[in-house]
């Protein structure tokens, strides 16, 4: 079986409306081959598509893996460079409908995210990890470099411990990964769902507009240099007052501080 994608919706006051997506093929580990990724490309697609949403979250089944990188067995029978070239950029469409999806994407990682897997939560917005995660980027160990969203690591953990991963092919910790910058958050491992609602309800108090301005921003913020940068944030803030999200959330506010 090649896994299933599944999507849930959950709907809550204070938290708002919340799309979870589970990839689920336990016998692998979560292990993405072609027709899962092709599965989750779609699925991200449609909740792309819903401006109800307040945030998504991606996890893997089970208590073992969130992601445990690319199927070895699908890689090992690619027979040239066409097909390595077609399978990652399946990888790549993967984190990129991550890193297009309009809402916050919050990473639920639950066990193993390795490869293609750590590549997918640093496409995510935020990281929330139990402690018996572990993480690495052994693709160097099996003859392939690691590629695609692994060059959003820098931005997060730094050049020389990107090198580590990727050079040394090592696995990490979550208490490690958290002091590294690679995650946001730890929790004990049954505390994780807790935790994630905790993380929703925040984004449930924010204006939903405004969180998909600011992911947008963000993402402006990466690739820009800093005085541009800076520039963009003045048609953002301006773009916010087509709705009329701005001014019933600032009168709310400003109610409740007389």
Known sequence: MPGTIRITHAEAPGTGR?????????AKL?????????????????????????????TGAGPKA???????????????????????????????AV??????VIARINGWTLGAGLELAAACDLRLAAEGARFGMPEVRVG?????EAA????????????RLLLLGETIGAAEA????????????????TSLEEWLGLLGEAGRRALRL???LIRRWEDLPMAEAIAAGIPAFASAWRTDEPRRMLGAFAQRRR
């Open 214 to 216: 600011q992911k947008a």
């Open 99 to 104: 890193r297009a999806c309009p809402a916050p």
């Open 152 to 163: 959003l690591l820098p931005g997060l953990i730094g050049w020389g411990r990107t090198r």
């Open 178 to 193: 958290l002091d590294w910058g690679l995650v946001e958050r730890v929790v004990p491992d049954d505390a994780l769902d």
């Open 18 to 26: 919340v799309a979870h997506v589970t990839i689920d093929h336990q």
């Open 144 to 148: 392939i470099p690691s590629v695609v």
């Open 66 to 96: 969130f992601i445990g990188g690319a199927d070895i067995g699908t890689m090992a029978a690619i027979a040239d460079e066409a097909g390595a070239e077609a399978f990652i950029t399946l990888v790549h469409d993967c984190c990129r």
């Open 30 to 58: 979560n292990t993405l081959n072609p027709e899962l990724m092709g599965d989750f490309v779609a699925a991200m697609a449609s909740l792309s598509g819903d401006d109800s949403l307040h945030a998504v979250t991606v």
